[in-house]
Protein backbone atom coordinates (compact mmCIF):
# COMPACT_ATOMS: atom_id res chain seq x y z
CA UNK A 1 0.00 0.00 0.00
CA UNK A 2 1.13 3.69 -0.95
CA UNK A 3 0.01 6.12 1.83
CA UNK A 4 0.79 9.77 -0.02
CA UNK A 5 -0.21 13.07 1.92
CA UNK A 6 1.50 16.56 2.02
CA UNK A 7 1.85 16.72 5.28
CA UNK A 8 4.06 14.35 7.12
CA UNK A 9 1.59 14.63 10.54
CA UNK A 10 -1.46 12.93 8.15
CA UNK A 11 0.61 10.40 6.75
CA UNK A 12 1.68 9.41 10.75
CA UNK A 13 -1.78 9.51 11.35
CA UNK A 14 -3.09 7.78 8.44
CA UNK A 15 -0.13 4.82 8.92
CA UNK A 16 -0.90 4.49 12.56
CA UNK A 17 -4.78 4.37 11.89
CA UNK A 18 -4.10 1.78 9.19
CA UNK A 19 -1.50 -0.26 11.44
CA UNK A 20 -4.74 -0.19 14.46
CA UNK A 21 -7.61 -1.26 12.04
CA UNK A 22 -5.28 -4.23 10.85
CA UNK A 23 -4.93 -5.42 14.41
CA UNK A 24 -8.24 -5.26 15.61
CA UNK A 25 -9.45 -7.01 12.39
CA UNK A 26 -6.49 -9.91 12.83
CA UNK A 27 -7.77 -10.24 16.28
CA UNK A 28 -11.44 -10.22 16.08
CA UNK A 29 -10.71 -13.07 13.13
CA UNK A 30 -7.99 -15.19 14.96
CA UNK A 31 -5.45 -14.02 12.33
CA UNK A 32 -1.62 -12.36 12.51
CA UNK A 33 -0.29 -10.28 10.53
CA UNK A 34 2.82 -8.70 9.76
CA UNK A 35 3.50 -5.18 7.94
CA UNK A 36 6.94 -4.10 6.73
CA UNK A 37 7.94 -0.42 5.78
CA UNK A 38 9.38 -0.68 2.68
CA UNK A 39 10.65 2.79 2.62
CA UNK A 40 9.45 6.09 3.61
CA UNK A 41 10.04 9.83 2.04
CA UNK A 42 8.94 12.73 4.02
CA UNK A 43 7.05 14.73 2.39
CA UNK A 44 8.44 18.31 1.10
CA UNK A 45 6.78 21.61 -0.07
CA UNK A 46 8.42 22.10 -3.75
CA UNK A 47 9.59 26.14 -4.17
CA UNK A 48 7.10 28.41 -4.46
CA UNK A 49 9.23 30.67 -6.48
CA UNK A 50 8.83 28.22 -9.16
CA UNK A 51 5.78 27.14 -8.83
CA UNK A 52 4.49 30.90 -9.08
CA UNK A 53 6.91 30.83 -12.34
CA UNK A 54 4.98 27.59 -13.81
CA UNK A 55 1.44 29.70 -13.06
CA UNK A 56 2.16 32.86 -14.63
CA UNK A 57 3.76 30.99 -17.76
CA UNK A 58 0.68 29.08 -18.27
CA UNK A 59 -1.75 31.96 -17.90
CA UNK A 60 0.92 33.64 -20.43
CA UNK A 61 0.22 31.12 -22.81
CA UNK A 62 -3.88 31.28 -21.71
CA UNK A 63 -3.76 28.03 -20.48
CA UNK A 64 -5.53 26.84 -17.21
CA UNK A 65 -3.56 26.31 -14.13
CA UNK A 66 -4.23 24.60 -10.53
CA UNK A 67 -2.04 25.09 -7.76
CA UNK A 68 -2.02 21.64 -5.98
CA UNK A 69 0.22 19.96 -3.58
CA UNK A 70 1.50 17.07 -4.45
CA UNK A 71 1.31 13.90 -2.21
CA UNK A 72 3.18 11.39 -4.72
CA UNK A 73 7.43 10.44 -4.46
CA UNK A 74 8.21 12.64 -7.40
CA UNK A 75 12.20 12.87 -8.12
CA UNK A 76 11.45 16.58 -7.60
CA UNK A 77 10.70 15.83 -3.98
CA UNK A 78 14.57 14.54 -3.08
CA UNK A 79 15.36 17.10 -5.90
CA UNK A 80 14.07 19.93 -3.68
CA UNK A 81 16.88 19.51 -1.46
CA UNK A 82 19.72 20.40 -3.94
CA UNK A 83 18.10 23.12 -6.58
CA UNK A 84 14.72 24.34 -6.58
CA UNK A 85 11.88 22.02 -7.87
CA UNK A 86 8.72 21.69 -9.40
CA UNK A 87 6.08 19.73 -10.69
CA UNK A 88 3.84 20.86 -14.04
CA UNK A 89 0.80 18.16 -14.15
CA UNK A 90 -1.41 17.75 -17.19
CA UNK A 91 -5.13 15.99 -16.54
CA UNK A 92 -5.22 12.42 -17.17
CA UNK A 93 -8.57 10.63 -18.36
CA UNK A 94 -9.94 10.46 -15.46
CA UNK A 95 -7.85 11.41 -12.68
CA UNK A 96 -5.79 7.91 -13.31
CA UNK A 97 -2.25 8.27 -13.19
CA UNK A 98 0.92 5.58 -12.91
CA UNK A 99 -1.41 3.11 -13.90
CA UNK A 100 -2.10 0.81 -17.29
CA UNK A 101 -5.56 2.83 -17.48
CA UNK A 102 -3.61 5.93 -17.61
CA UNK A 103 -4.12 7.99 -20.82
CA UNK A 104 -3.40 11.90 -21.29
CA UNK A 105 -4.45 13.63 -24.66
CA UNK A 106 -1.44 14.58 -26.99
CA UNK A 107 -2.93 18.27 -26.76
CA UNK A 108 -2.85 18.23 -22.78
CA UNK A 109 0.95 16.45 -23.03
CA UNK A 110 2.08 19.31 -25.56
CA UNK A 111 0.27 21.88 -23.32
CA UNK A 112 2.63 20.84 -20.75
CA UNK A 113 5.73 20.90 -23.09
CA UNK A 114 5.06 24.43 -23.73
CA UNK A 115 4.83 25.24 -20.20
CA UNK A 116 7.82 23.87 -19.70
CA UNK A 117 9.93 25.21 -22.43
CA UNK A 118 8.46 29.16 -21.68
CA UNK A 119 9.57 28.60 -17.88
CA UNK A 120 12.99 27.14 -18.87
CA UNK A 121 13.45 30.22 -21.23
CA UNK A 122 12.65 32.62 -18.44
CA UNK A 123 14.91 30.66 -16.30
CA UNK A 124 17.87 30.75 -18.48
CA UNK A 125 17.33 34.53 -19.24
CA UNK A 126 17.32 35.57 -15.92
Known amino acids: MIVRDAESVAMGR ?12 SERHGLTNEIV ?9 LD ?15 LPSVVMPSGAGHD ?6 LAPAGLIFVPSRGGVSHAPDEWTEWDA ?16 CE
Not at 14 to 25: E, N
Not at 48 to 62: D, F, I, S, T
Open 14 to 25: LCAGLRDLIAAV
Open 37 to 45: ERSRIEPVM
Open 48 to 62: AGLAGLLRREAEALA
Open 76 to 81: AQTMQA
Open 109 to 124: AVAGARVMLAAAVRLA
